[in-house]
């Protein structure tokens, strides 16, 4: 058939969704960033790799959500899965004085496997290793943060930074992928023959 290249030297993983929503009880008005961060050997193809959602309020019903929606899509061909991209983001909202804190980290790979797929992402902030230093963070309006987003989703130096967890965001994703079994990598589930119409119906919650 004429387009498909029956020896693909590549694979190519779609990507496309939401970042629909998110739960922090204790705030009023909430904004998120989101950037994909990929190894050497992947390179984007389409789409867009950075970006930032408008402001939203809490909702007044019981959920209690900040609702979003925010589109993201992205498309990468690679030539092995080392490196296989993560999606970090980043939720920012504004202090008693007006000024935009950071109220959450968060990141998640990509789902592997083609179809939907619902991703709860567990959200967390640094915090200031001594009382003094959170007093003076305090007045001067400069909290812990990282200076990039991107270190989330790396693991070197990780373990010397304290965080504590607050709240979680609500991601929604469709993927697809090309050619990634004709380069000997199967990611199918094994009892995908016997669960495909129920999946598809009802999407992959993590």
């Known amino acids: 058939m004429a ?9 190519l993983l779609m990507a496309s969704g939401q970042i629909e929503s998110a739960e922090f009880p204790t705030l009023e008005d909430l904004y998120c960033k989101f950037s994909f961060v990929h190894g050497q050997d992947w390179v984007v193809t389409s789409g867009i790799e950075e970006g930032i959602s408008q402001i939203t309020k809490r909702s007044n019903d019981d959920r209690q959500l900040f609702i979003w929606n925010f589109p993201i899509e992205i498309t990468y061909k690679s030539t092995n899965p080392f490196g296989w991209p993560q ?66 989703a790396q693991t070197e130096g990780r373990e010397v930074t304290r965080v504590t967890s607050q709240g979680h965001a609500i991601i929604k994703l469709n993927i697809i992928t090309r050619d990634i079994k004709k380069l000997g990598y199967d990611v199918t589930p094994y009892d995908v023959n016997s669960s495909t119409a129920e999946q598809s119906k009802t999407g992959t919650i993590y």
Not at 3 to 11: A, M, S, T
């Open 3 to 11: 387009g498909i290249n029956p020896n693909p030297n590549v694979f």
């Open 87 to 152: 999606l970090v983001v980043s939720c920012y909202g504004t202090d008693v004085f007006g000024r935009d804190v950071i109220r959450g980290y968060g990141t998640t790979y990509l789902p592997i496997t083609p179809g939907q797929h619902t991703i709860k992402v567990p959200m967390f902030v640094p915090v200031s290793t001594s009382r003094l230093q959170k007093l003076t963070s305090w007045f001067i309006g400069r909290r812990p943060e990282f200076v990039d987003a991107k270190v989330v």
